[in-house]
């Protein structure tokens, strides 16, 4: 397994081993005890699974109250996916990170909780695994805005995103709710 820090040392991009042969490929999601060792000592409550067409915009979210560390991974597809830091104490707060997560890599990306989440389908169509550190919570969801220019997020947008409406009527960082302790 290899491991590389992003622009944001708190997010893990994690290139699991995989074993193929000519009957298909197998791959660990997730071992505690490995991912231990890379210091994400979290309990995953929950496990969602989103499918997407491309141009699809999903984001930018997040739980005020039972923040949700994310590791994410693409089961087929392709996404660019994002992180945000939304922790008040934090060197990088209001910094955003962003990596092609990819079916046929089998990559992955570690989001600890304090963060606002999003991604991009930039495949035909894309099936996201999210395991979260702690369950959906309707009344604590927040939505940042995607496109805020404060955030400076490089989308690879190629035509206008596909928004839900709760997607376009996310707040500019300067007016969201942060966290102050996570």
């Known amino acids: 397994m290899q491991v ?3 622009e944001i040392p708190d997010v893990l ?30 309990n995953f409550v929950q496990d969602n699974v989103s499918r997407s067409v491309q141009g699809t915009l999903r984001g930018l979210h997040y739980q005020l109250e039972q923040p949700q560390g994310k590791l994410v991974q693409v089961l087929s597809g ?7 830091d939304l922790r008040k104490s934090s060197p990088t707060f ?10 046929n890599k ?6 600890p909780a304090g963060f606002a989440h999003g991604f991009q389908v930039l495949s035909e ?13 309707p009344s ?30 996310g707040l500019p960082l300067s007016e969201v709710e942060v966290f102050e302790h996570v």
């Open 125 to 137: 169509s894309a099936d996201v695994l999210y395991k979260c550190t702690d369950f959906y919570l």
């Open 94 to 103: 209001g910094q955003a990170v962003g990596v092609v997560l990819d079916g």
């Open 106 to 111: 089998a990559n992955q990306l570690w989001i």
């Open 13 to 42: 991009l994690i290139e699991p081993d995989i074993y193929g042969d000519d009957r298909g490929r197998f791959q660990e999601i997730w071992n505690q005890a490995r991912y231990l060792e890379l210091g994400i000592d979290v």
């Open 140 to 169: 604590a969801e927040r939505t940042l805005l995607w496109n805020d220019s404060q955030l400076k997020i490089d989308w690879p947008l190629e035509t206008e995103p596909i928004l839900s409406e709760k997607d376009q009527k």
């Open 4 to 6: 590389t820090p992003t």
């Open 78 to 84: 392709k996404i660019w996916d994002v992180g945000v």
